[in-house]
């Protein structure tokens, strides 16, 4: 079945560098691609929709300068936190969408787990 | 603003017990209703999802969910689950706006061998 890989599954940073998390469809291209926040107790929230070829569209609240996110191609999605502060430390997960159709798969990376020191 | 509600955050139960697991959402209008699992270390699988037609939809394994739209409820439902049913289940909402999806916070279920 389709699959998405979300590299790294985990990552610790030091404050003030930057992470850059893969998101990739393995056998599907995906025109749209959405990262995902989740905080320990609460639902994901979504952070941005990724579209291929154009600039992601972000939240209400969701900082697009600490938060870079491209999809500079059908299979790939980069997010990179900038400058990360301990208060990003997360989970981060994408999911890509399969089909341009609102009933469209929607397949999910593993996530990563982000953590700031 | 628009939102999912799982009212249990943790669920134990013994091998052949029924299970059910509450997932409410609140928007008035056209709702698609989802559910996922995810089992431990593995990326979210979708157990079922809910467009339109017969309310009562059934899904993999054995799982099965009922649109109540009176009730804003889709509710997930298993007559006895087996131990390999232990994993981490999310309910989620797209409305007629748009697709993006709105998540319930989880449930992790647990079931006793």
């Known amino acids: 079945g389709a699959v998405v890989s979300q590299h790294p599954s985990w990552v610790i940073c030091k404050s003030g560098t930057s992470v850059k998390i893969e998101c990739r469809s393995l056998d599907f291209q995906a025109t749209t691609m959405f990262w995902y926040r989740q905080f320990p107790k609460q639902s994901l929230m979504l952070m941005a929709t990724s579209n291929e070829g154009s600039k992601a569209t972000y939240e209400q609240g969701v900082e697009k300068d600490k938060f870079l996110i491209n999809h500079a191609s059908l299979t790939l999605s980069t997010l990179t936190v900038t400058s990360a502060h301990p208060e990003d430390s997360s989970f981060y997960i994408c999911?890509?969408?399969?089909?341009?159709?609102?009933?469209?798969?929607?397949?999910f990376g593993n996530g990563t787990r982000l953590t700031v020191t | 603003a628009q939102s999912v509600s799982q009212h249990n955050h943790h669920v134990i139960l013994s091998e052949a017990a029924s299970l059910e697991l509450g997932c409410n959402y609140s928007y008035g209008g056209t709702v698609n209703l989802f559910w996922y699992v995810q089992y431990p270390g593995q990326h979210l699988q979708l157990l079922l999802k809910?467009?339109?037609?017969d309310p009562l939809v059934k899904g993999i394994k054995g799982f099965e969910a009922e649109f109540i739209k009176s009730k804003f409820s889709f509710n997930l439902r298993k007559p006895s689950v087996q131990w390999s049913d232990t994993a981490e289940y999310f309910c989620a909402v797209t409305t007629d706006s748009n697709y993006q999806l709105i998540w319930g916070a989880g449930t992790k279920l647990i079931i006793k061998p």
């Open positions: 999911s890509a969408l399969a089909g341009r159709r609102m009933d469209s798969p929607l397949h």
């Open positions: 809910y467009f339109s037609g």
